[in-house]
């Protein structure tokens, strides 16, 4: 097999039914609840892919009845519903690419409870993520989760994509901090999947197979947040090296023993250019690979565990160690977290993979990034969660340059299958949606991929649920 990267697919028309399906949707909605203007369904149009399909029509539902509502009307119509939360997601996951009626849940944005006894929130999935964390942090909570896009990413995304983050290699993703969860299937019917507890075993755990399955088994309405204390204090470390090469060995050498790590995030020699031009941070310029390592804990413990990880670094050729004080701390998170953004403005096109492979393959994963880019002529930033394994390859092209996009598709398969080679996977937090489906078959066996879909039909037969994510044609 040997897929290309997702065409644009054709414009779906709308059913000669459907002004009826509209009709019946503002009646039990309410007008204020649907939108079906151009310029009104054109903001729903487009995700962070920068890829556009025009919805059909949109539902701004503001509670669990109106999901209901809108799934059983369209259910009955035959027609297609996309789940929507901040459109924030970077593989077309809420792209309407079959037509339909986008479902956006961004009006159900309340935190319904915070529990500090159980240590759990519970919230509607429009909650704004960086909204919650500044909730929880009076009573010395958080939910560690913490994808890049906090301050305008949905907790209803973050579960749709199972989102991480910098500080996955210590805490997990966001499937290990869910409890339960309230959802509705295509046809309206209403479910509920875990608790309150920490401990439950009575069933099939449903609530991490909803997790991370993109909308397309099921509408989430409220979900219950397991919470972690706030850190009694929190260091910032810097690291330069001369190479990639030695950067991916200082991971490697920070995760083979003893206590992980907050947060090890990688930034290449491109990636420090980006910051010494922006003037954010001051690194030397004969740095061309940097580290991010956060570590936490407690007043009495955090400089034992902070020279604990110095001491792993000891034997590598480390340009300088620096400790960034507390107000800087936030300043140096920000230069990381707008490397992303920057990017877009640097090329007319940046072309985002997020792949993840063994912490001990990262210096094999970079090299072989290196030849890719330097045999293909192809301009490759790299940066990401390293402590995970999990890195952003960034390409930065031309859609004008009919050189550079006739090696796009062959550049993405030879690192796709590096990244499979090396006993990796094609996403760590991203998701596949449409960027990604073509290439499903590399990573998940022939019996695997059957299972998938039958889950898939046992919760949507008819396949209206967020169609066309996913599975390959």
């Known amino acids: 097999m040997n897929p290309s990267p997702p065409s644009r697919l054709p414009v779906a028309q709308c059913p000669d039914h459907f002004p009826d399906l509209l009709h019946r949707l503002a009646q039990a909605l309410g007008s204020a609840c649907l939108l079906s203007s151009a310029a009104e369904r054109e903001v729903y149009a487009w995700d962070n892919t920068g890829s556009r399909y025009l919805p059909w029509a949109v539902v701004l539902a503001e509670s669990r009845q109106q999901v209901e509502a809108t799934l059983r009307l369209c259910h009955e119509a035959a027609v297609p519903v996309i789940p929507r939360g901040a459109g924030t997601g970077n593989v077309g996951g809420a792209l309407a690419v079959q037509g339909g009626v986008v479902l956006s849940l961004q009006r159900m944005n309340r935190i319904l409870e915070v529990s500090v006894e159980d240590r759990l929130a519970v919230v509607e999935p429009g909650v704004v993520h960086a909204d919650l964390q500044a909730r929880l942090q009076p009573h010395g909570l958080l939910w560690p989760p913490d994808p890049s896009s906090s301050r305008s990413c949905s907790i209803g995304g973050n579960l749709a994509m199972c989102a991480a983050g910098a500080h996955a290699v210590r805490h997990g993703v966001t499937r290990d901090w869910v409890l339960g969860l309230e959802a509705v299937l295509a046809d309206g019917a209403v479910f509920r999947t875990g608790g309150r507890t920490t401990k439950g075993v009575v069933g099939y755990d449903l ?22 204390p706030l850190p009694e204090a929190r ?217 998938q879909r039958r889950i898939k039909a046992a919760f949507d037969p008819q396949s209206l649920l967020n169609p066309g994510k996913i599975f390959p044609d």
């Open 235 to 451: 260091r910032l470390l810097r690291l330069l090296f001369p190479s990639v090469a030695e950067a991916t060995r200082g991971v490697c050498a920070l995760m083979a023993e003893g206590e992980s790590p907050d947060a090890i995030e990688f930034l290449d020699g491109s990636a420090l250019d980006l910051l010494r031009q922006s003037g954010s941070v001051s690194v030397p310029v004969e740095g061309r690979a940097l580290l991010l390592l956060e570590v936490s804990g407690s007043a009495a413990t955090i400089e034992r565990l902070t020279a604990d990880m110095v001491h792993r670094l000891a034997s590598l050729d480390c340009l300088e160690i620096v400790q960034a004080e507390a107000h800087e701390a936030a300043t140096v998170w920000a230069a990381r977290y707008a490397l992303s953004p920057t990017l877009k403005k640097l090329a007319p096109k940046r072309i985002n993979e997020d792949v993840v492979v063994p912490v001990s393959r990262l210096p094999e994963l970079m090299d072989g990034l290196a030849r890719i880019a330097q045999e293909k002529q192809i301009p490759i930033v790299n940066f990401g969660h390293a402590g995970n394994g999990n890195i952003h390859v960034n390409l930065l092209v031309d859609p004008d340059d009919a050189r550079q996009m006739a090696v796009v598709a062959p550049v993405l398969e030879r690192v796709f299958r590096l990244v499979l080679d090396l006993g990796g996977t094609l996403s760590g937090e991203h998701g596949v949606g449409i960027q990604k489906r073509p290439f499903l078959p590399w990573e998940v066996d022939a019996t695997a991929l059957m299972l």
């Open 207 to 228: 609530t991490r197979l909803l997790i991370g399955s993109e909308g397309t088994l099921a509408v989430v309405t409220q979900a219950t947040l397991k919470l972690a």
